[in-house]
């Protein structure tokens, strides 16, 4: 019984390979211009070919990007859609091929000829209904169904690239935090200080109570300035716990007190290269490629819609209306039936399957152009950040320098009777605000860095243990 059906299955394997209505796809050029503004030269190693371990060199840092990267619910729910996406793929190459199963079956009818009971045993191999794809139609959806599986794995690579640039910039953000509260409580302690000086001042008749009062003021501002970032700390140490899916370590978060943005070991720097290089590389781009060419299969299978549908039906085995003779020699029996379908009517539905798939189609060719017009923005962005910050950061620090030695001048002209207390408010407030000025701009400064490093493809090396992606010629 075995060999009967096995030729049937093989012809009908050779069949399943026929002809093909999927389009070639033609995929768009660049819609981007060819060098990016403020672009830099081209560097021997690809931002998307450091690993993130290299571009990383903060021994505290690395280890919260691997917590995350084994803990985030985000990054564990995209790898779970892999493997829903390849069981998908399977299920749909499997109707490529027959489906033989073993059944069996008794029955009690009246006989045709003599009008009495009798009873039917059966039992054997069976091949229900399968479609021969002469036209491709389920060869169609199968790269459909591959297409989308790899756009799936696109995504997981795009969201690990996601979650480690975000993971960095909310460490980087703490350090902020701690060297803004720093600054902070030093500059309470000071204006406390003055507090207590002018009071004394103010009662021995050499200061006025609008000085004490100014000098109180003062004081307060920079108590609720502290309080807002001690605030702002806790709420930063929760995203990141979030993100890093457990909680955080607290000899790491002790790690970052007392020390500065510019005390962390550097981040290394990318190149830019051509959009043509680098864009194309992006998993966010290939996901909108692979997701232009499912689309594409997809109007092979509409377009196959339009022919008959042929089917199989074969079985195999044993019937006789004695159960003890059920497996007797006599009682073997073969059945094999071919059908044809082909609608005449169905009030358009075929024609407007196609016309859905050829608009499907448009539309995912217009979201990958979108894709890489946005990788060109991110990148532009971050190279003309690069630049301005660098200018910006060294302009400031200048001038910190100067505010300095100007409230020190200040502080020395009003204790001497020189100048009034308002020249050294003046320079306090100015200090101050210049001071955490500097911290925010070399945050955005190496938040930028770690932004170029993602928008250029960077975050993502391919796991030792990673899956093979299935290919047709692949039984699973």
Known sequence: MNKTLLPVALAGALLASGCSFIPK???????????????????????ADIPWQQFFTDPRLQQIIQLALDNNRDLRVAVLNIDKARAQYQIQRAAQFPEIGVAGSGSRQPSTLTGQYVNMYTAGLTMPSWEIDFWG???????????????????????????????????????????????????????????????????????????????QSLAENARATLAQQTRQRELDVNALTLLVGQGLPSDLLASL?????????????????????LLLRRPDVRQAEQSMIAANANIGAARAAFFPTVSLTAAAGFVNPELSDL?????????????????????????ANLEVAEAGE??????????????????????????????????????????????????????????????????????????????????????????????????WTEPATASAAPTAGTAQ
């Open 362 to 459: 448009k539309i995912a060719v217009a979201q990958y152009e979108k894709s890489i017009q946005t990788a060109f923005r991110e990148v532009s962005d971050a190279l003309v950040s690069s630049q301005t910050l660098q200018d910006q950061l060294q302009a400031q620090s200048r001038q910190l320098e100067a505010e300095q030695v100007r409230y020190k001048l200040s502080d020395l002209r009003y204790t001497n009777g020189v100048a009034s207390y308002l020249d050294l408010l003046d320079a306090q407030r100015s200090l101050f605000s210049l001071e955490q000025s500097v911290v925010q701009v070399r945050l955005q400064q190496l938040q930028n860095q770690v932004n170029l490093y993602k928008v250029l493809g960077g975050g």
């Open 137 to 215: 139609r389920i060869g169609s959806l199968k790269e459909q169904a591959l297409a989308q599986y790899l756009a799936t794995e696109e995504g997981r690579k795009s969201a690990q690239i996601s979650l480690i640039s975000n993971v960095a910039n909310a460490w980087l953000g703490l350090q902020a935090d701690e060297e803004l509260m720093d600054i902070s409580r030093r500059t309470l302690g000071t204006r406390e200080q003055s507090v207590t000086l002018t009071k004394l001042r103010l009662d021995s008749g050499v200061a006025s109570e609008l000085d004490f009062r100014q000098a």
């Open 257 to 277: 007190q007392g020390k500065k943005l510019s005390d962390l070991p550097a981040i290394a720097d990318v190149p830019s290269g051509l959009p043509s290089d």
């Open 25 to 47: 796809l033609d995929r768009p050029a660049l819609p981007v211009a060819q060098q990016f503004p403020a672009a830099t030269a081209a560097g021997a190693v690809a931002a």
């Open 327 to 351: 497996f007797s020699a006599g009682s073997k029996y073969f059945s094999i039936a071919p059908s044809l379908y082909l609608p005449i009517f169905n009030a358009g539905r075929t024609r």
